[in-house]
């Protein structure tokens, strides 16, 4: 058992407090979700930090469980009683075919999306990560490692503000807990952050720096492609001398995006506002006569990389909702169904 966690600590808010009735309180208590491995939930609390058993009816729903939720445990048993509001959640859709939302880290105030000064940069993978930022509603905040070992870091920098004109981008080097500490206006008392990036662009050395320890087993790169070997397993938070919290994610080789065409919206507001120079309504922005964008491509107003990808996030934001909005139509068909048997009682026949 470790020492107790006051709330304050943890980030609790008047936000999750009013999701709370006598009622609840009797039952139970608050306590954030720390660490995720598979079945095994941990919790911190005023209590400590202990192990809980999370019920099959909130494994199965959909993004159940994710490090830094809010939990009501059971006072006489260590249980999940309920999963309170999020304030925010950084999602993706799960990879494969299976059409289903994987939570990667919840309630979060920034959230830091790290890249490195090598080949592993690329724009439109950042624009990926600005959608989701975006979608959840949580600033972000750009960290370019390895500058150390670049001689053109400001290049890296310039390339990220001609995307992101409204996101702070950093460039440091990751190793040292004397660069790290650039990040610390993020990282007040009670507030939490998560790294997210491709594997081996320096997440984890970069919470280590911040512990200023070896907390996370960290390894190098690929010499001959700057392809990272994974090192984190899990997603886990971990507490600053300062009193926030960081959360550390596994590498991530796919960034599906979810039913967020709001989002692509915002983060493309400018090819948004080039397109209503478009002549028909309808267009479909690629090889339509009088497509304002290409127009913009032509001219140099606008970059080709940023409108394919434009493109494609818009389709898959579309194909999300697509899916989204079938999967409820089944589910309506299926709770129809139930209650219509149900009330027919079993052995009735319909003659």
Request: net charge neutral.
């Amino acid at each position: 058992m470790h020492s107790e966690f006051p709330l304050d600590r943890l980030g609790w808010s008047a936000f999750y407090s009013q999701q709370l009735a006598l009622d609840d309180l009797s039952a139970g208590y608050p306590a954030r979700v720390g660490n995720v491995q598979r079945s095994l939930i941990t919790v911190l609390c005023e209590r400590g930090e202990l192990d809980v058993v999370l019920p099959p009816r909130l494994a199965s729903v959909e993004a159940a469980i994710a490090v830094g939720d809010w939990l009501l445990i059971e006072h006489e048993a260590p249980r999940v009683l309920r999963v309170l509001e999020r304030r925010s959640l950084i999602s993706r859709m799960a990879a494969g075919i299976e059409q289903r939302t994987q939570a990667i880290a919840a309630n979060l105030d920034t959230l830091f999306v790290v890249t490195s000064c090598n080949e592993d940069f690329n724009l439109s993978r950042l624009e990926r990560y600005f959608t989701v930022g975006k979608h959840a509603q949580v600033a972000t905040v750009i960290v370019l490692t390895k500058a150390d070992l670049c001689t053109e870091a400001e290049t890296f920098v310039a390339q990220v503000r001609s995307i992101a004109r409204d996101i702070a981008v950093l460039a440091l080097n990751a190793t040292t807990h004397t660069e790290a500490t650039a990040l610390t206006p993020w990282l007040e008392r009670g507030q939490t952050v998560a790294f997210v990036g491709s594997s081996g662009v320096g997440k984890s050395t970069l919470v280590n720096a911040l512990l200023a320890g070896e907390v996370q087993t960290t390894s190098g790169i690929r010499e001959q492609d700057a392809k990272g070997r994974h090192t984190t397993t899990s997603r886990q938070m971990f507490a600053l001398a300062s009193g926030a919290w960081v959360i550390d994610t596994p590498g991530m080789r796919e960034l599906k995006l979810g039913s967020m065409e709001a989002a692509v919206s915002a983060v493309f507001d400018d090819i948004e506002t080039l397109a209503r120079e478009c002549r028909f309504r309808d267009c479909r922005h690629h090889d339509d006569a009088g497509c304002g964008l290409q127009a913009a491509v032509a001219t140099g107003r606008l970059d080709a990389r940023r409108l394919d990808s434009y493109r494609k996030l818009v389709r898959e934001a579309e194909r999300a909702s697509q899916s989204v909005r079938e999967r409820r139509a089944i589910e309506r068909r299926w709770g129809r169904m139930h209650r219509i048997t149900s009330r027919r009682g079993p052995g009735t026949s319909r003659e």
